[in-house]
């Protein structure tokens, strides 16, 4: 639960990514990934400098992937086999179909 009001700084936290307080048994510090060579060196150089500087914390809700509930993966994957199956059927029956024009045509 995002803290609702003044946050405390020494028990609560800011959120990076969604910009709330959160207390600090809800997150977690991670380190700032690298976006590309520039940053990477930039993080290096802040990582030796300061080796806090590059960890921000992060919420648990923020830290869980974007939500992909399993359903939606099966019906994904449902889809593609049905994809496959239609295609495969389209194919067979328009094959078929012009074998048989082409054996009336005789
Ligand atoms: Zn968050």
Same mark, same amino acid.
């Given at each position: 639960? =995002?803290?609702?009001?003044? =946050? &405390? *700084?020494?028990? @609560?936290?800011?959120?990076?990514?969604?910009?709330?307080?959160? @207390?600090?048994?809800?997150?977690?510090?991670?380190?700032?990934?690298?976006?590309? *060579?520039?940053?990477?060196?930039? &993080?290096?150089?802040?990582?030796?400098? $300061? *080796? $806090?500087?590059?960890? +921000?914390? +992060?919420?648990?809700?923020?830290?869980?992937?974007?939500?992909? *509930?399993?359903?939606?993966?099966?019906?994904?994957?449902?889809?593609?086999?049905?994809?496959?199956?239609?295609?495969?059927?389209?194919?067979?029956?328009?094959?078929?179909? $012009?074998?048989?024009?082409?054996?009336?045509?005789?």
């Amino acid at each position: 639960m =995002p803290v609702e009001g003044l =946050p &405390n *700084p020494t028990i @609560h936290r800011l959120c990076r990514r969604c910009c709330r307080w959160h @207390h600090l048994h809800e997150g977690s510090y991670e380190e700032v990934s690298s976006s590309g *060579p520039f940053s990477w060196i930039v &993080n290096a150089y802040r990582r030796q400098a $300061d *080796p $806090d500087a590059t960890m +921000i914390f +992060i919420c648990s809700a923020c830290k869980r992937p974007p939500a992909t *509930p399993a359903w939606v993966q099966a019906l994904v994957s449902l889809g593609i086999i049905l994809a496959i199956a239609v295609a495969a059927w389209w194919l067979y029956t328009s094959g078929t179909i $012009d074998h048989l024009l082409s054996g009336m045509g005789h």
